[in-house]
């Protein structure tokens, strides 16, 4: 587990992806020293590969490929998304503790924002992503699901559960920073409403939070872009 320290560089370091998700381990040394602490690069590199980031430039990922994984091609360029359902996208984001951290992944249809389910882990493994799309899946089934080409979602246990339910399979092509653009958007509202002003010591709490959070999210939140709706609402048709 890291120290205090690091604890905090790796908590400044995840406000400042969201704002800059461009800026690789260079110039996230040089803010962290314009915030006034001793770091090298050699650092910073080592903890943004622990919290699975990367800058999208000149290549985004946010976690690992596996080179034995097969990656398949993205299929969602120029595609009009017009109702629930046809595109579900699911992404891991570190979260930041006070004496800690947790790793969160979600399933979001793209038409409604709507989080069909989320789980979270303290490793950065394929498991509670499975298993929140087999939560997912147990409500409904999308023609298109798209990840990144992390190792989570390329692994074979991952990919079989999807083609087993004849979801197609479609992974962010590299150097893209908006293939997954609603998931990031998401990732935003969580951290800066919820996970940054209450600043959760223990996974229990975290836990608690995070499913108030989401309920909200879902069923009380009006959203812009959904013409002041809720995701709920649009993802069930509702008035």
């Known amino acids: 587990m890291p120290d205090t320290e690091e604890l905090t560089l790796m908590r400044l370091l995840d406000e400042q992806y969201l704002k800059t998700p461009f800026y690789g381990s260079r110039k996230m040394s040089i803010h962290l020293r314009k915030l006034g602490y001793t770091v090298n690069r050699k650092r910073v590199q080592r903890l943004m590969r622990l919290m699975g980031l990367q800058a999208i ?23 009009r998304i017009v109702r629930p359902n046809q595109v579900w996208s699911s992404d891991v984001t570190y979260i930041p503790m ?50 990144d080409q992390g190792a989570q979602f390329t692994a074979k246990d991952f990919v079989d559960r999807l083609l087993d339910a004849n979801v ?3 992974m962010d092509g590299r150097g893209r920073a908006l293939d997954n653009v609603f998931v990031e958007r998401l990732w935003r509202s969580v951290k ?12 229990l709490t975290l836990k608690a939070g995070l499913t108030a959070y989401f309920e909200l999210y879902n069923h009380q939140r009006f959203h812009q872009a959904l013409n002041y709706k809720t995701p709920a609402q649009v993802y069930f048709g509702l008035e």
Request: proline content about 6%; glycine content about 2%.
């Open 57 to 79: 430039y000149p290549k985004r990922k946010t976690s690992a490929a596996h080179p034995e994984h097969k990656i398949f091609p993205y299929l969602l360029r120029g595609v």
């Open 98 to 147: 006070s004496h800690g951290f947790m790793f969160l992944v979600a399933v979001l249809d793209w038409y409604s924002r709507y989080v069909l389910a989320w789980r979270l882990s303290n490793t950065f493994d394929t498991q509670f992503c499975l298993e929140a799309l087999e939560a997912s899946l147990a409500q409904a089934t999308p023609e298109i699901f798209n990840t």
């Open 168 to 170: 197609r399979v479609s």
């Open 192 to 203: 800066y409403e919820d996970i940054y002003p209450r600043d959760y010591s223990t996974v």
